[in-house]
């Protein structure tokens, strides 16, 4: 982990404008094409949800400004950022995993079916692994949804990303499945967004 020089940086006026703001967050939601990443899932008999979220990570990882974080009015970039997921349980609650992201996917799904086992077998909302290395995920596969609003702490400071994974259809031939993300405006603008799903998208295609 380092620090961010905010003095020296482009953004300095966008950072201090936003971190003025009530609710400085943002939010969009973008279909994405999950036909080749559904079908690898099924050929391979791995988990869906854990092959788009380990894309989904890549390619959070491969945009610099979703590792920033603000604390204590200093930005801070983590070397890596990881998947804080929400993992359902058979009596539809559900708790919050902690997925320590690897660009070797088999790594990444053990790591994934460990917190999984965690969460079904104990009543713990919270891992205990509890950091801002992260981004906090929820999946609402019921829901093909245009619109997502995420819950807010109320605190401007909180620089972490949300993401909300929808339902898959299938429209004109592939799969499409909407994507949620809400952002601290402070750090991230659009074209950093644009850059991820860019990288998102690719990555899905290339499976």
């Known amino acids: 982990m380092k620090e961010l020089d905010i003095a020296s940086w482009n953004r300095k006026q966008l950072f201090e404008h936003f971190t003025t703001l009530a609710d400085p967050f943002f939010a969009v939601v973008v279909d994405v094409d999950v036909t080749n990443v559904h079908q690898l899932a099924k050929d391979t008999k791995t988990s869906f949800f854990a092959r788009y979220l380990h894309a989904c990570m890549r390619a959070m990882n491969s945009v610099e400004n979703f590792k920033y974080r603000i604390v204590a009015n200093k930005v801070l970039i983590h070397d890596v950022i990881h998947a804080s997921a929400t993992i359902a349980r058979p009596d539809t609650t559900y708790g919050f995993s902690f997925i320590h992201y690897s660009e070797d996917f088999k790594v990444f799904h053990t790591n994934f079916q460990e917190e999984k086992e965690r969460i079904v077998t104990t009543t713990n909302l919270f891992p205990p ?79």
């Open 129 to 207: 692994v509890n950091t801002t290395d992260c981004v906090y995920c929820s999946a609402l596969p019921w829901l093909d949804f245009k619109g997502h609003k995420e819950t807010f702490t109320g605190n401007n400071k909180d620089s972490i990303p949300r993401l909300a994974f929808g339902k898959v259809t299938e429209k004109a031939g592939t799969l499409k499945m909407p994507v949620a993300i809400s952002v601290n405006h402070a750090l991230v603008d659009g074209y950093h967004v644009g850059l991820f799903i860019e990288e998102f998208q690719k990555t899905l295609t290339k499976f």
